[in-house]
């Protein structure tokens, strides 16, 4: 059963406003009456009460974040539950909370943010998949509320972005697969409304005109398994199809791997293939797959800590960057082949 403030007032000999004033931090006693308090309360095992602590303060004592993907997204992206352990595991050492709200229909993202911050049940926002021209970030200015990105984004913003320099991973990966003798290099990408997902296809592009390569092998999906199966065919439905492709995340990878088995191509006989997140289950597959490795739970950690430290008025204001991107080789990248298997 929890110790209350009758609890504690009753044992130390005192009445519950001045525990009140003690736990609190307030003036209304003397030193010697407040320490006296602040040891009942300590060896009661008395903890205070978000609810009542919110009341007081006019704080919620919990960070939002709105998700404007499927909701199947975050049971198979093991990017998104690692993200939030990431942010728990920041917001459980300073009594917070994360709201966690899905929002797909047409103008449901809006409404969810105003219904947060209106409301008053978070004190400030993640703001994660930041778009081209993101008008998110003028409507958390008019909200007034507090917000951090993930990633700096391309229209101006006031918030404080924790970033990932990701097109140095794929630089790498592109590298690693030139240096295999690959002049045929595809790139299955993300939704291009994302920062994140035009920064991966530029990084690919560069790099591929850094070797003084062509960059017309291209094609868009949306980050999920199906999208990455679609896309995949698509590229191999071409006459000059890829030797390799470099997809922008491992979900859309391993499906890309296991669609062009099914065709009866070698990976990586007939077709490399590289990831990006390293996913603890893509050292399983058949071959195991190259990938990039990131660090979500990390990013989720620090973006939470920076707003954490922004409500507490500790922030300097300037943007966090995270490690960037570390190549992972294994067993779905390999030399080109000689001659490519007929479409």
Known sequence: MAVTISDVAHAAGVSKGAVSYALNGQPGVSQDTRDRILKVAKDLGWKPS????????????ALGLVVARDPSLLGTDPFFPAFIAGIETALTEHDYTLV?????????EERCYR???????????????????????????????????????????????????????????????VALGHTRIAHVGGGQEYI??????????????????????????????????AATAELLRRRDRPTAIVYA??????A?????????????????????DNAEFTQYLNPPLTTLATDPMLWGRVAAQVLLNQLAGTHGGGDTALPAPRLVVRASTGPVPDRPPAA
């Open 100 to 108: 966690l709200s899905v929002a797909t229909a047409p103008g449901a």
């Open 249 to 254: 995340n491992d979900l859309m990878a391993t």
């Open 196 to 229: 994140h997902g035009r920064s991966r296809r530029k990084a690919w592009a560069d790099a591929l005109a850094a070797a003084g390569l062509a960059s017309d092998l291209f094609a868009a999906a949306d980050f999920t398994a199906a999208g990455g199966v």
């Open 50 to 61: 978000l609810r009542a602590k919110g009341l007081s303060s006019a704080k919620a004592y």
């Open 256 to 276: 890309g791997q296991s669609y062009a088995q099914s065709l009866g191509l070698s990976v990586p006989g007939d077709l490399s293939i590289t990831g990006y």
């Open 115 to 177: 219904k947060l911050v209106e409301n008053g049940r978070v004190d400030g926002v993640i703001l994660t998949d930041v778009r081209h021209n993101d008008s998110r970030i003028g409507l958390l200015n008019e909200l007034k509320v507090p917000a951090v990105t993930l990633n700096r984004p391309d229209a101006s913003s006031p918030f404080p972005a924790v970033s990932v320099d990701e097109s140095a991973g794929i630089v790498a990966a592109v590298e690693h697969l």
